[in-house]
């Protein structure tokens, strides 16, 4: 693993926007939280990139991204500082989280229990399960941490060091609290600190958060958000160890199942808070029908709005224009009937670079629609002969460089 420089670090006069005279003379607004239609950093994350909060001094290196392997799961080696602590007590609730010393000793604390974690032991904790960690040492510790699934934390953690690299927290790294209201209540699936009590943070968070969006804050900006809106490269296919593959894209884990035939084509998809389908479509041939496992997914059908959760599923019948959002962590089965060449056109689709909305470039997406004229998603509306003959203008366009 190669380290690279830090990516951009703040110039000092970054924190000078605190400065309560400059508020005073009028500039308030834009000044106490980042533009929220601000134009989004693009740069794509690399591993051996380090994250550092230029505030709290955390500084992580990353080697895996969430995106890129089957697991889902974000790897970050960071130092912990002789005698520093940096987090408080938490939980987790949807995740599961791993820390590997690597060099020094770090003292965890599970569930109201303190050991030392010493040279390459390693530690789980389980989703919900309180804990917190430090280093207690008198030299610094290296630690391998694991977090499975990765990507909503990811963009916590870019949230919150963002927030500090563009001036917006105090000397201790903490967001304002109507800053703070926000990005507590998007990432509660990510974490949860122990104090104040859960009643007496849903009733503060609850009452700030209202103010909050309505002096143009955000639980997070596009500034700062490369974990989701970054064009990613080397995803598409993640070869298993069975041999199953794995297709992802738009943020969704798309596994072949085993009974799929020439008839049916079932795949079963994992897909994290907020990921979709992307806009409304039709098959022109096929029904498609989901079958909700954990979570829930809010699938437009027509001009329904239906809310699919655990056990339940949903047909979706050839031409009818649809799509879907999952409204939390979710896992379901999807079905083709015919199967046609299901799993082909998405592996095609998904290795596509994509703009920050997950689409690809009009160019690709009419060549490909040209490669697949029966499995294409196609517009509702428009009719198909319409954009059959768009595309066939447009497949003579670039792809961009990639
Ligand atoms: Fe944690
Ligand atoms: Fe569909």
Same mark, same amino acid.
């Given at each position: 693993?190669?380290?690279?420089?830090?990516?951009?670090?703040?110039?000092?006069?970054?924190?000078?926007?605190?400065?309560?005279? *400059?508020?005073?003379?009028?500039?308030?607004? @834009?000044?106490?939280?980042? %533009?929220?239609?601000?134009?989004?950093?693009?740069?794509?994350?690399?591993?051996?990139?380090? #994250?550092?909060?230029?505030?709290?001094?955390?500084?992580?290196?990353?080697?895996?991204?969430?995106?890129?392997?089957?697991?889902?799961?974000?790897?970050?080696?960071?130092?912990?500082?002789?005698? /520093?602590?940096?987090?408080?007590?938490?939980?987790?609730?949807?995740?599961?989280?791993?820390?590997?010393?690597?060099?020094?000793?770090? @003292?965890?604390?599970?569930?109201?229990?303190?050991?030392?974690?010493?040279?390459?032991?390693? /530690?789980?904790?389980?989703?919900?399960? #309180?804990?917190? #960690?430090?280093?207690?040492?008198?030299?610094?510790?290296? =630690?391998?941490?694991?977090?499975?699934?990765?990507?909503?934390?990811?963009?916590?953690?870019? @949230?919150?060091?963002?927030?500090?690299?563009?001036?917006?927290?105090?000397?201790?790294?903490?967001?304002?609290?109507?800053?703070?209201?926000?990005? *507590?209540?998007?990432?509660?699936?990510?974490?949860?600190?122990?104090?104040?009590?859960?009643?007496?943070?849903?009733?503060?968070?609850?009452?700030?958060?209202?103010?909050?969006?309505?002096?143009?804050?955000?639980?997070?900006?596009?500034?700062?958000?490369?974990? =989701?809106?970054?064009?990613?490269?080397?995803?598409?296919?993640?070869?298993?160890?069975?041999?199953?593959?794995?297709?992802?894209?738009? !943020?969704?884990?798309?596994?072949?199942?085993? $009974?799929?035939?020439?008839?049916?084509?079932?795949?079963?998809?994992?897909?994290?808070?907020?990921?979709?389908?992307?806009?409304?479509?039709?098959?022109?041939?096929?029904?498609?029908?989901?079958?909700?496992? @954990?979570?829930?997914?809010?699938?437009?059908?027509?001009?329904?709005?239906?809310?699919? !959760?655990?056990?339940? %599923?949903?047909?979706?019948?050839?031409?009818?224009?649809?799509?879907?959002?999952?409204?939390?962590?979710?896992?379901?089965?999807?079905?083709?009937?015919?199967?046609?060449?299901?799993? %082909?056109?998405?592996?095609?689709?998904?290795?596509?670079?994509?703009?920050?909305?997950?689409?690809?470039?009009?160019? $690709?997406?009419?060549?490909?629609?040209?490669?697949?004229?029966?499995?294409?998603?196609?517009?509702?509306?428009?009719?198909?002969?319409?954009?059959?003959?768009?595309?066939?203008?447009?497949?003579?366009?670039?792809?961009?460089?990639?």
């Amino acid at each position: 693993m190669q380290l690279k420089s830090t990516h951009r670090l703040s110039p000092p006069a970054a924190l000078a926007t605190k400065d309560p005279a *400059a508020i005073a003379l009028g500039a308030e607004h @834009t000044r106490l939280h980042p %533009d929220p239609r601000g134009a989004p950093d693009l740069t794509p994350i690399e591993v051996g990139e380090v #994250w550092e909060n230029p505030v709290t001094g955390e500084r992580g290196t990353i080697l895996e991204l969430p995106y890129e392997n089957a697991e889902g799961r974000a790897s970050v080696e960071l130092t912990a500082l002789a005698g /520093a602590r940096v987090a408080g007590e938490h939980r987790h609730p949807g995740l599961i989280e791993r820390f590997t010393v690597l060099e020094g000793e770090l @003292t965890l604390k599970r569930d109201g229990q303190t050991n030392a974690l010493r040279e390459g032991e390693s /530690a789980e904790i389980t989703p919900g399960t #309180w804990h917190d #960690w430090w280093n207690a040492g008198d030299r610094n510790a290296r =630690v391998r941490v694991e977090i499975t699934p990765g990507e909503r934390f990811a963009h916590m953690i870019e @949230t919150m060091f963002g927030l500090a690299r563009l001036g917006h927290v105090n000397a201790k790294g903490m967001p304002r609290p109507l800053q703070l209201a926000l990005i *507590a209540r998007e990432f509660s699936d990510v974490i949860v600190f122990r104090s104040p009590p859960a009643a007496v943070q849903r009733a503060i968070f609850g009452a700030l958060a209202p103010i909050a969006h309505g002096r143009g804050y955000r639980s997070t900006y596009p500034q700062i958000s490369r974990t =989701v809106l970054a064009p990613r490269h080397e995803r598409a296919v993640t070869p298993q160890p069975d041999g199953a593959e794995i297709l992802e894209g738009r !943020g969704l884990r798309i596994r072949r199942a085993e $009974d799929s035939t020439d008839e049916v084509s079932r795949a079963h998809v994992a897909g994290a808070k907020g990921t979709n389908a992307g806009p409304v479509h039709i098959h022109l041939l096929q029904e498609e029908r989901f079958i909700v496992h @954990t979570g829930e997914l809010q699938v437009r059908r027509g001009r329904d709005r239906i809310t699919v !959760g655990p056990g339940q %599923d949903i047909r979706i019948p050839a031409k009818t224009p649809h799509t879907f959002e999952a409204q939390t962590d979710s896992t379901f089965t999807t079905e083709f009937r015919p199967a046609l060449r299901v799993e %082909d056109f998405f592996r095609d689709l998904f290795v596509l670079p994509t703009d920050r909305h997950g689409n690809p470039r009009m160019g $690709d997406a009419a060549r490909l629609m040209l490669a697949y004229p029966d499995e294409f998603l196609y517009l509702p509306f428009i009719p198909v002969a319409v954009q059959r003959a768009v595309a066939t203008a447009l497949s003579k366009l670039g792809s961009g460089a990639h």
